[in-house]
């Protein structure tokens, strides 16, 4: 079946720096990623949509200046966590649009430290 | 809005039994489809169940089973023979195709020896 790799798996950075975590699909083509986040023992939340060859749509309060959201190509999205402060520290995870019910599937996820 | 509800933060069920999750949700689709996903520790998405509303007919997977009523949008998660290794949250979500899925609160589920 189709796969979402996403990496890295965990990451530990200082705050004031940037990280970046992708999102491939391996073996299909996705024009469309989603990004939510989850915070420590709550829910995933929706925070951002990747559209190739288009600008990400971001969610109320998720300020897009901080997280920027790329759509390379048909195969790779990113989220990049900018001047990273400790509140950002959460679980990361990407999620194609699933063009029918066999498909609904997700990244990995991305734990983020920020210390 | 389209909204997910789940109203047990936490449930325990002895080893070998049954136990039920309960999930409540609001949408003003009419075509959709339901979700139960297990997220251990490692905060994987694992796939459990998921139902089609246009079907009538309750999904079932070894030993998960749904009670899905659409006129009452209530879609709960059934483990018989319950064992160890379920113990996880649970999220019930709610997709429209090609969309972004809504997930509930979650439920802690224990799984005692």
């Known amino acids: 079946g189709a796969v979402v790799s996403q990496h890295p798996s965990w990451v530990i950075c200082k705050s004031g720096t940037s990280v970046k975590i992708e999102c491939r699909s391996l073996?299909?083509?996705?024009?469309?990623m989603f990004w939510y986040r989850q915070f420590p023992k709550q829910s995933l939340m929706l925070m951002a949509t990747s559209n190739e060859g288009s600008k990400a749509t971001y969610e109320q309060g998720v300020e897009k200046d901080k997280f920027l959201i790329n759509h390379a190509s048909l195969t790779l999205s990113t989220l990049t966590v900018t001047s990273a402060h400790p509140e950002d520290s959460s679980f990361y995870i990407c999620s194609p649009p699933h063009e029918s019910i066999a498909e609904a599937f997700f990244g990995q996820g991305t734990r983020l430290t920020v210390v | 809005a389209q909204t997910v509800t789940q109203s047990q933060p936490e449930m325990s069920v002895q080893e070998a039994e049954t136990v039920t999750l309960s999930c409540t949700y609001d949408?003003?689709?009419?075509?959709?489809?339901l979700f139960w996903y297990k997220q251990p520790p490692s905060r994987q998405m694992i796939l459990v169940i998921r139902q089609e509303a246009y079907k009538q007919q309750n999904a079932t997977e070894n030993r998960f089973s749904v009670n899905f009523q659409k006129a009452a949008k209530s879609f709960s998660l059934k483990i018989s023979d319950s064992q160890l290794g379920d113990t996880a949250m649970y999220f019930c979500?709610?997709?429209?195709?090609?969309?972004?899925?809504?997930f509930g609160p979650g439920t802690r589920l224990s799984v005692l020896p």
């Open positions: 979500a709610l997709n429209n195709y090609g969309q972004n899925f809504v």
């Open positions: 949408t003003s689709e009419n075509n959709y489809y």
């Open positions: 073996d299909f083509q996705a024009t469309t």
